[in-house]
């Protein structure tokens, strides 16, 4: 990324940029960087194609083309598929593009070992931009609050981004929300996360399980209603469910064997929030509490996706059960 950035400042540009990977908001924010760098408000040396069925004689001709009136002319193509199949013919014209030509590709899955991939790399810059790291992120946000004059603790951002999580897109919306309700503060703290951020799904998940593992059944009930009201289907509850007792279950037993917070999100292959979680939660569960819970999840499960239970009345049933203090 630091090769993109320095080009976009230095307005020294190569003759093709290919920018892949998982996170969607930086690819689209360097995206956007590059066309406003390259190309400007000129919409007329600026040639947007997506897709996969792009017509490459076309693109080929308008890459021929001398800009109009300015310095390059971009050719923007996006999810276009060439980096998997097909690009064998553009790949050849890599090699031949006019000093005046910028192609731009924009794609979430290539094939490195593709005609498209290796030309792109031999003549010009790629980069792949995939999940960036809990620390990576927080050090991007805390610079948005002090961009726009605001200050969070280390232990209130860690809080933030384990309610809302890591996607990059939903972070920007809940911090842009944050620093709205509290323009009149210079520090943005727990209180304030909880005001008006929405907490993600396997955040309110993680809540139930807390009130199943202390035998709260109104608590866990209540956290089930509410999800029901903002109409959260069952069944996708009791999948997270499921899910979260076995990264309960995995937490509990790479715990057991010594592992750091850092090992056992690598092995469970979760963000080392959840991992934290999972692994604070498996000390008020037993193995067989864990194994019985997840055995009865998928039971449930299977009765529902058979007709022989009702979702509700089925994952309602599992909570009560398992909420319950014992006598």
């Given at each position: 990324?630091?090769?993109?950035?320095?080009?976009?400042?230095?307005?020294?540009?190569?003759?093709?940029?290919?920018?892949?990977?998982?996170?969607?908001?930086?690819?689209?924010?360097?995206?956007?960087?590059?066309?406003?760098?390259?190309?400007?408000?000129?919409?007329?040396?600026?040639?947007?194609?997506?897709?996969?069925?792009?017509?490459?004689?076309?693109?080929?001709?308008?890459?021929?083309?001398?800009?109009?009136?300015?310095?390059?002319?971009l050719?923007?193509?996006?999810?276009?598929?060439?980096?998997?199949?097909?690009g064998?013919?553009?790949?050849?014209?890599?090699?031949?593009?006019?000093?005046?030509?910028?192609?731009?590709?924009?794609?979430?899955?290539?094939?490195?070992?593709?005609?498209?991939?290796?030309?792109?790399?031999k003549?010009?810059?790629?980069?792949?931009?995939?999940?960036?790291?809990?620390?990576?992120?927080?050090?991007?946000?805390?610079?948005?609050?002090?961009?726009?004059?605001?200050?969070?603790?280390?232990a209130?951002?860690?809080?933030?981004?384990?309610?809302?999580?890591?996607?990059?897109?939903?972070?920007?919306?809940?911090?842009?929300?944050?620093?709205?309700?509290?323009?009149?503060?210079?520090?943005?703290?727990?209180?304030?996360i909880?005001?008006v951020?929405?907490?993600?799904?396997?955040?309110?998940?993680?809540?139930?399980?807390?009130?199943?593992?202390?035998?709260?059944?109104?608590?866990?009930?209540?956290?089930?209603?509410?999800?029901?009201?903002?109409?959260?289907?069952?069944?996708?509850?009791?999948?997270?469910?499921?899910?979260?007792?076995?990264?309960?279950?995995?937490?509990?037993?790479?715990s057991?064997?010594?592992?750091?917070?850092?090992?056992?999100?690598?092995?469970?292959?979760?963000?080392?929030?959840?991992?934290?979680?999972?692994?604070?939660?498996?000390?008020?569960?037993?193995?067989?509490?864990?194994?019985?819970?997840?055995?009865?999840?998928?039971?449930?499960?299977?009765?529902?996706?058979?007709?022989?239970?009702?979702?509700?009345?089925?994952?309602?049933?599992?909570?009560?059960?398992?909420?319950?203090?014992?006598?």
């Amino acid at each position: 990324m630091k090769t993109l950035a320095q080009d976009i400042k230095s307005g020294n540009f190569k003759n093709a940029y290919l920018i892949c990977g998982e996170e969607e908001y930086l690819k689209l924010n360097y995206k956007n960087q590059l066309i406003k760098a390259i190309a400007g408000e000129d919409t007329m040396n600026l040639a947007l194609y997506e897709g996969k069925n792009i017509d490459i004689n076309e693109v080929i001709d308008n890459a021929e083309t001398f800009p109009f009136f300015a310095k390059y002319r971009l050719i923007v193509l996006e999810q276009s598929g060439l980096f998997k199949t097909g690009g064998e013919q553009l790949a050849e014209y890599m090699d031949k593009i006019p000093e005046t030509t910028i192609f731009l590709f924009v794609e979430q899955d290539v094939d490195k070992r593709s005609k498209m991939y290796k030309a792109v790399k031999k003549n010009g810059y790629i980069c792949e931009i995939n999940r960036q790291s809990e620390k990576d992120i927080e050090v991007w946000a805390a610079k948005i609050f002090d961009y726009n004059g605001k200050k969070i603790t280390k232990a209130d951002m860690a809080y933030f981004i384990a309610n809302v999580g890591t996607d990059m897109d939903i972070l920007s919306q809940e911090i842009e929300k944050l620093i709205s309700y509290a323009y009149d503060k210079n520090v943005i703290n727990k209180n304030d996360i909880d005001a008006v951020c929405i907490k993600q799904l396997n955040v309110r998940i993680f809540d139930m399980i807390d009130a199943i593992s202390v035998k709260n059944q109104q608590k866990t009930l209540d956290c089930y209603y509410e999800l029901i009201a903002e109409k959260e289907p069952p069944m996708r509850i009791l999948f997270m469910i499921s899910r979260q007792f076995n990264l309960i279950l995995q937490a509990k037993d790479l715990s057991a064997r010594g592992m750091s917070k850092e090992q056992i999100a690598g092995a469970m292959g979760v963000q080392g929030f959840i991992a934290s979680k999972s692994i604070s939660q498996s000390r008020n569960f037993t193995v067989s509490e864990l194994k019985a819970g997840l055995a009865e999840s998928i039971s449930t499960e299977e009765l529902i996706k058979s007709g022989r239970l009702d979702e509700n009345i089925g994952v309602e049933m599992l909570l009560v059960k398992y909420s319950r203090k014992s006598r």
